[in-house]
């Protein structure tokens, strides 16, 4: 459980969803980073959420608004020619350990395709891979290729790696008590504006 909790703090690179920059006069523009949290309040295009601190966020959605859901998976989940994402580390011999998995919808293929840096909100560093799984061998663990655009990386999946599904969702989701990740609009102030919203869907934590 202890895990789970650290992993919400994983970045989602996994949608292009990135680090959405705030631009200021006379500045460069600086990252605006997710707000990761619980939905406390909705009121018809506002949301409040408490973050993992306890601190209280207030959010605008608009037509723009996008909403992904996120299920509790399983390793079994995962399987050649399947598009994946992983947040992960890098081992001595170039390999990549994952920290999770989520395994996308085949509507969302595609989605953030490639190999990038990551930071999660811990400060933490590793790798974010989105593609599509090549070879998949099952023995101790799982190690699978991760195929994008011009590359390839080979990933090791240990068996207790968390593994979520996301798949296209709406904003009916959006209820009290749901575990969500928010990242704010360009440009956005007080309250922020919501560009891209994944919520758990049954009590799921987006472990991104």
Not at 79 to 88: E, R
Not at 117 to 133: E, L, R, S, Y
Not at 174 to 185: E, F, K, R
Request: charged share 15%; glycine share 12%; proline share 7%.
């Amino acid at each position: 459980m202890a895990k789970l909790r650290l992993l919400t703090g994983l970045l989602a690179g996994a949608l292009t969803l990135g680090g959405v920059a705030v631009q200021a006069a006379d500045a460069p523009a600086k990252p605006m980073m997710a707000i990761r949290g619980t939905i406390t309040q909705i009121s018809g295009d506002q949301l409040q959420i408490t973050d993992r601190r306890g601190q209280e966020h207030t959010a605008t959605l608009n037509d723009k608004t996008t909403v992904s859901a996120v299920s509790q998976g399983k390793i079994s989940d995962i399987k050649p020619n399947s598009f994946i994402g992983t947040a992960a580390a890098p081992q001595p011999d170039g390999t990549l350990k994952a920290l999770e998995v989520h395994v996308f919808d085949p509507s969302l293929r595609g989605s953030g395709e490639g190999f990038r840096p990551w930071q999660g909100a811990d400060g933490k560093t590793g790798t974010m891979t989105n593609g599509t799984v090549g070879t998949l061998v099952n023995a101790n663990g799982h190690t699978m290729t991760v195929k994008y655009q011009n590359g390839e990386k080979k990933v090791i999946v240990p068996d207790d790696v968390p593994v979520v599904t996301l798949s296209p969702g709406n904003r009916s989701q959006l209820v009290q008590g749901a575990h969500v990740i928010l990242w704010p609009a360009p440009g956005s102030a007080t309250p922020v504006v919501a560009a891209r919203i994944v919520a758990g869907v049954n009590g799921t934590i987006p472990p991104m």
